[in-house]
Structures are given as structure tokens and as C-alpha cells.
């Protein structure tokens, strides 16, 4: 148990509204991750963290920010949701730099 | 971008069965990493890699770095029914460096 936690686990949400769930660590690791999980497209990187207010883009970031004050929280924004961000959101921490550990998930739908 | 294809795509197995499947890319990666995600969570970490030609074992899991660094292997012995789910590759090039994700193979094992 890599100490990850994710909330909302489930959101129901309109086109066009601001979205914001959140990631916790309860082990202040360093490197922290978003991704988005798709039938077909298997996890792909949205934006990453490697340290407080450190964050970088990943493969599929428009549409997307996130923000990083403090160590055990990554937060993912949707500014203004759209359909196609209809996803699974994972989380991940790294503990040593290439093992990555994934939190449970928060399944997102914009109606 | 970097790309891995993961083989089969989807299996059916009757149970007490050995399973095979594979991964490979087009660019060379220091480290291969295994998981697998039950229904509904998020991915685990079953094996990880970090040698060309390396040999894993975890339980009746078996992983194998492929010699060319372009591939890897995951074998299960004895397949059971928790043995379902899906079984994700992923490779990276570098420690700290992006984790790319193949699309899966998806595993159902008939009792």
C-alpha cells in the first residue's frame, strides 16, 4: 500500500464546468503523476510533479493544469470540462525514480 | 511518440493453465516494469526489471528483460481465477524519466 488516496472516487459533471480532484500521499515522495486510462489506449500521462510548485507536461495536457503547494497533494483542473475528458484518472507516486505505484482511480463523466 | 505494443490483446484460459504474453517496442528501455489492475482499481506493480536478459519471479509470476531492451516477457504458471484481469507493460529509458504504458492485455481464465 503506497499510502494514495484519490477524491471524488465518482463525478457526474456538466459540459463546459470547472472540475478539480485531488491526489494525497501520506508518504512525501518526490515525483507525483496524472494519468487518464481509455479503452484502447491503455494509461497515458496527462501531467507530472517533481517537488512542491515543480510541474510538467506529459503526452495528452490540453485541457488540463495542475498544482502542487504542498508535498502530499497533486491537484488535476479541468478548467472547462468537456466530453472527451469522459476518463478514468489515476494518480502515481514514484518511490525510487522508475517504480511507479497508482492510487485507485476517480472515474469522471461530462454530460 | 514512444510506443509498446503488448501481445496477445486478449486471452482465454482454463484454469491450472500456463499463460504467456508479450511486449515490445521500437526504442530501447532500461526498465521494464509488469502490471496488472483488477476491475474497477487502480494498476499494481507485479514485477519490475532493470538487466537485459534479466530472469524475475514473483509467486507463479516469471518476467524476463528481453536481450535487445526492446521487449519483455511475462509468464503465469497454474493460472487461477484471481489471475484475471488486465496485464499492463510498461517500459522507461531512465530513472525519473516518463513511464510509457502499453495498451494491455486483457486475461480471463475459465474455472
Known amino acids: 500500500d503506497a499510502g494514495i488516496t484519490q477524491s471524488p472516487r465518482h463525478k457526474v459533471t456538466e459540459t463546459g464546468t470547472p472540475v478539480t480532484l485531488r491526489c494525497h500521499q501520506t508518504e512525501n515522495h518526490r515525483y507525483m503523476y496524472w494519468y487518464r486510462q481509455d479503452p484502447g489506449h491503455g494509461l497515458r500521462l496527462i501531467h507530472y510533479?517533481?517537488?512542491?510548485?515543480?510541474?510538467d507536461k506529459g503526452e495528452v495536457s490540453d485541457g488540463y493544469s495542475v498544482s502542487r503547494s504542498k508535498t502530499e497533494d497533486f491537484l488535476l483542473t479541468l478548467e472547462s470540462a468537456t466530453s472527451s475528458q469522459t476518463s478514468v484518472y489515476f494518480c502515481?507516486?514514484?518511490?525510487?525514480?522508475?517504480?511507479?505505484?497508482f492510487g485507485p482511480g476517480t472515474r469522471l463523466t461530462v454530460t | 511518440g514512444q510506443q509498446l505494443n503488448q501481445s496477445p490483446q486478449s486471452m482465454f484460459i482454463q484454469e491450472g493453465e500456463d499463460v504467456s504474453m508479450n511486449c515490445t517496442s521500437s526504442s530501447i528501455f532500461n526498465t521494464w516494469l509488469w502490471y496488472k489492475q483488477d476491475p474497477g482499481e487502480g494498476p499494481v506493480l507485479l514485477i519490475a526489471l532493470y538487466k537485459a536478459g534479466e530472469l524475475t519471479s514473483n509467486g507463479r509470476l516469471t518476467a524476463q528483460f528481453g536481450i535487445t531492451r526492446k521487449d519483455s516477457f511475462l509468464n503465469i504458471s497454474a493460472s487461477i481465477p484471481s489471475d484475471v484481469g488486465i496485464y499492463f507493460c510498461a517500459g522507461q529509458k531512465t530513472s525519473y524519466d516518463k513511464v510509457i504504458f502499453g495498451p494491455g492485455t486483457s486475461l480471463s481464465v475459465i474455472p
Open positions: 510533479s517533481y517537488g512542491v510548485k515543480d510541474t
Open positions: 502515481a507516486i514514484s518511490v525510487s525514480g522508475d517504480e511507479q505505484y
